[in-house]
């Protein structure tokens, strides 16, 4: 043999065994999940398990809960825990083993499992407090009613009621309405009641009598006043632009409007109802465009009546006062 080829040959192989000559790792882990009893029948933790082996090593086993990854264990024993409650009855959820070897190849095992934990009914009867109320009631308008309610769940509604009349339901706190009372209630007696319904359908309650002694203010038949003024007094036809008319109307309770008008030989023509100010003071200006088409009478007129009335808010009227204002051609 030649000796430069027999030197070659030994340069390829030792060259073949620098390069390590292994076959990649193709052989795909195994894994199998402990069964899980089911259907799960108590709240708290269930115990997952899966034994995993490699023909090479295993990396990990991620577990999953219906797709959710619940933990990834790095070495043996492959076991976690997931969690179940009453409010999970009724569900199914896979469990899920994945075990990935060192070359990244991988395999799983699942199982479905049904929860069947039973709700514990709810036995325990909500508390609720109505707030004093001031009693007796002696001013007309709105009462607060409040309550204070708790539960070892929930509180669904308070509901208020007046002589067993549902005035209204609160499903949130605070738990607050009102009644309302007027002299019409006077000597009367209410019973005011709030009751708390939990989300179970307990309930409880709580009342408290209230009397109502709201006194009946007579009718109102005191007839307001008025004055009324104009100015200026006496106008040109051909040349006028406004008249100012204005006065002060004044009542025990109050001033709701005055009625202004004119009155030209018995024929009334309204001119607006004004509403005081605070004082009871009012004004008003009559010009021709407030007049309209009325302001061709002037030319042929010597003089008209303007009037004021008051009327207050019980609906008393004064009498009519009137000025005259006198007209020039």
């Known amino acids: 043999m030649n000796k430069y080829f027999g030197i070659g040959l030994l340069g390829l192989s030792l060259l073949l065994a620098g390069c390590g000559g292994s076959a990649p790792d193709t052989t795909k882990p195994t894994v199998t999940l402990v069964p899980v009893t089911t259907p799960v029948t108590t709240a708290g933790n269930v115990t997952i398990t899966a034994t995993a082996t490699d023909n090479v090593a ?43 070897d060192t070359s990244g190849q991988s395999a799983e095992s699942s199982q479905p499992i049904t929860i069947s934990i039973p709700v514990a009914p709810d036995t325990t009867k909500p508390t609720v407090t109505l707030a004093p109320i001031t009693t007796p009631v002696t001013t007309a308008g709105n009462v607060t009613i409040t ?31 009102t009644v309302t009372y007027s002299a019409a209630d006077n000597g009367t007696t209410h019973t005011i009641k709030a009751v708390a319904v939990d989300t179970s359908g307990q309930s409880a309650e709580s009342s408290q009598p209230i009397t109502i002694s709201i006194p009946v203010v007579p009718a109102d038949t005191t007839k307001p006043t008025v004055t009324l003024d104009i100015n200026p ?63 061709s009478l002037l030319n042929l007129i010597s003089s008209l009546t303007v009037t004021a ?21």
């Not at 809960?65 to 790095?74: A, E, I, Q």
């Not at 209204?168 to 309405?177: F, G, I, L, R």
């Open 309 to 329: 009335q008051a009327t207050d808010t019980s609906g008393n009227t004064s009498a009519v006062v009137s000025k005259i204002l006198t007209i020039t051609h």
């Open 58 to 100: 295993i990396r990990q086993v991620d577990f999953y809960d219906n797709g959710t990854l619940v933990k990834s264990v790095t070495a043996a024993p492959y076991t976690t825990t997931v969690t179940y409650s009453a409010a999970d009855n009724g569900t199914t959820h896979t469990i899920k083993a994945v075990a990935v």
């Open 233 to 295: 007094m006496t106008i040109n036809s051909n040349a006028w632009t406004s008249v100012t008319v204005s006065g002060m109307a004044t009542d025990d309770i109050g001033i709701k409007v005055v009625t202004l008008a004119l009155d030209v030989n018995g024929q009334v023509f309204n001119l607006g109802n004004i509403t005081p100010d605070s004082k009871g003071l009012y004004s008003y200006t009559i010009t021709p465009a407030t007049l309209g088409t009325q302001a």
């Open 147 to 177: 309550a204070t309610a708790t539960d070892n769940v929930a509180i669904r509604q308070v509901d208020f009621y007046d002589n067993g009349t549902l005035v209204k339901s609160v499903t949130a706190a605070p738990y607050t309405t």
